[in-house]
Nanobody, 115 residues
Framework: QGQLVESGGGLVQAGGSLKLSCIVFGIDISPYGMGWYRQAPGKQRELVCGIMVGDADSVKGRFTCARDNAKKIMWLQMNGLQQEDTAVYYC?????????????WGQGTQVTVSS
């Protein structure tokens, strides 16, 4: 299987913005729904923003996720960040009907929001 590489995380003040990127190696992502997930310390991994097959982007509240199938790249634009957004962020496939169906996870990128 392929490899997922996330980047763009960092330390940001509350209210700030951050844009994450994900490059997918070795997998054609066009037939798949794709999503951004996050896992905070002591919590389960959760879906942040999902893009269905055939869609170029999706908006969920303060977060916008987008994809470029030809370049195998995804982005997550996060605005109005809050301390509760602090987590490790990952990209992966997303299947609404089978949310446990994912590829091996990448290393993720850490987002830390300070007060």
């Amino acid at each position: 299987q392929g490899q997922l590489v996330e980047s763009g995380g960092g330390l940001v003040q509350a209210g700030g913005s951050l844009k994450l990127s994900c490059i997918v190696f070795g997998i054609d992502i066009s037939p798949y729904g794709m999503g951004w997930y996050r896992q905070a310390p002591g919590k389960q991994r959760e879906l942040v923003c999902g893009i269905m097959v055939g869609d170029a982007d999706s908006v969920k509240g303060r977060f916008t996720c987008a994809r470029d199938n030809a370049k195998k790249i995804m982005w997550l634009q996060m605005n109005g960040l809050q301390q509760e957004d602090t987590a490790v962020y990952y990209c992966n496939r997303w299947t609404r009907a089978s949310p446990d169906l994912t590829w091996p996870w990448g290393q993720g990128t850490q987002v830390t929001v300070s007060s």
